[in-house]
């Protein structure tokens, strides 16, 4: 069974500030990694995707994420955060043997002080 | 192509009654999926639909609960005799089914039901 753990529930930071959030996942198999974001009363809008090839994929909105297999990690990171990137992220998890269905982490709640 | 749709966007109702939702996909995507979403966590599969086929239920997905894609199109989720803990945000995605790697999901609005 796949599952994804997000360790960090809150983060706070402040604007102009580096950011990375944590995604750890379980899978016996290469997994297909996402990082989605989700704004208050909205849909989730894919950052990013892990298939195969370069383990640093870059994605939309200045984000980019590092596939490392030794630590079962996809953790995502920003170099200058936006006021506007205040928001829940969540990191998921997909396999073709499952349909394409995805699993995905409680999700890290992001916080940008002025 | 206006991406995934879903109907309506905010239910409130009462313990007992019965709700139906609607999620239309983007229209060549053959593959359909409803996730249900509570508060502080993530999304949870629920089903999914391959064209007109249901092919999986989670066991999160009690006999309360039905889903159909009856012409392989548009999809409905109801559920008979609401309890509050079916509150939540109710979230359909699409994908194609191509010869890729892996075909990404694209996700509607969602739906938020609160059963008082």
């Known amino acids: 069974a796949q599952s994804v753990t997000q360790p960090d529930i809150h983060i706070t930071v402040s604007e102009g500030a580096s950011l990375e959030l944590r995604c750890n996942y379980s899978y016996g198999a290469t997994p297909y990694l996402f990082w989605y974001v989700q704004s208050p009363g909205q849909g989730l809008q894919l950052l990013l995707k892990y298939f195969s090839g370069d383990t640093l994929v870059q994605g939309i909105k200045g984000f980019e994420a590092e596939f490392k297999r030794s630590q079962s990690s996809f953790n995502l990171r920003k170099p200058s955060v936006h006021w506007s990137d205040a928001a829940e992220y969540f990191c998921?998890?997909?396999?073709?043997?499952?349909?394409?269905?995805?699993?995905f982490g409680d999700g890290t709640t992001l916080t940008v002080k002025p | 192509d206006t991406g995934v749709s879903q109907d309506p966007r905010h239910k409130i109702t009462k313990r007992g009654q019965n709700v139906t939702f609607r999620c239309d996909p983007i229209?060549?995507?053959?593959?359909l999926y409803w996730y249900r979403q509570t508060l502080g966590q993530g999304p949870e599969f629920l089903t999914y639909f391959q064209n007109e086929a249901q092919l999986e239920k989670s066991r999160l997905l009690s006999d309360r609960f039905s889903a159909e894609r009856p012409k392989g199109s548009f999809s409905t989720l109801e559920i008979q005799r609401t309890e509050q803990g079916d509150s939540a945000m109710y979230l359909c995605a699409s994908s194609p089914q191509r010869r890729s790697p892996y075909n990404e999901q694209f996700f509607g609005p969602g739906t938020r039901l609160t059963v008082l």
């Open positions: 229209s060549e995507h053959n593959r």
């Open positions: 998921a998890v997909g396999a073709n043997e499952n349909a394409g269905k995805s699993t």
